[in-house]
């Protein structure tokens, strides 16, 4: 199995920046594609950010191109996400998810998940 844990969560002002972490533990984590989802409150969870399980495919949600950026570093088992220009539109539980070598945008391809970080933007 391989075990995820985000971090880097918090409250920002709109149009300000955060960057959130997934930390991997097993020695198979350079064999998984890595995806970035977000739940906002009372709606579905969705897409957000992919990386291939070499990082040369990446993929992005329509909603967040330009703005965010999804890279991983195989050696240190961690992947990340920069997002910039936040809106309050953003504001969602962000959770890292994990699958075997290719990013696909549904959730239930994913076989693995962490627990989740709160990203709140203010107006």
């Known amino acids: 199995q391989v075990h995820l844990v985000e971090s880097g969560g918090g409250l920002v002002q709109a149009g300000g920046s955060l960057r959130l972490f997934c930390a991997a533990s097993g020695q198979f984590f350079s064999s998984y594609a890595m995806g970035w989802f977000r739940q906002p409150p009372e709606k579905e969870r969705e897409f957000v950010a992919g990386i291939s399980w070499n990082g040369a495919d990446t993929a992005y949600a329509n909603s967040v191109k330009g703005r965010f950026t999804i890279s991983r570093d195989n050696a240190k088992n961690t992947v990340y996400l920069h997002m910039n220009s936040l809106k309050p539109e953003d504001t969602a539980v962000y959770y890292c998810?994990?699958?075997?070598?290719?990013?696909?945008?549904?959730?239930?391809?994913?076989?693995?998940w962490g627990q989740g970080t709160q990203v709140t933007i203010s107006s």
């Open positions: 998810a994990a699958r075997p070598i290719r990013v696909v945008t549904t959730t239930s391809a994913y076989d693995y």
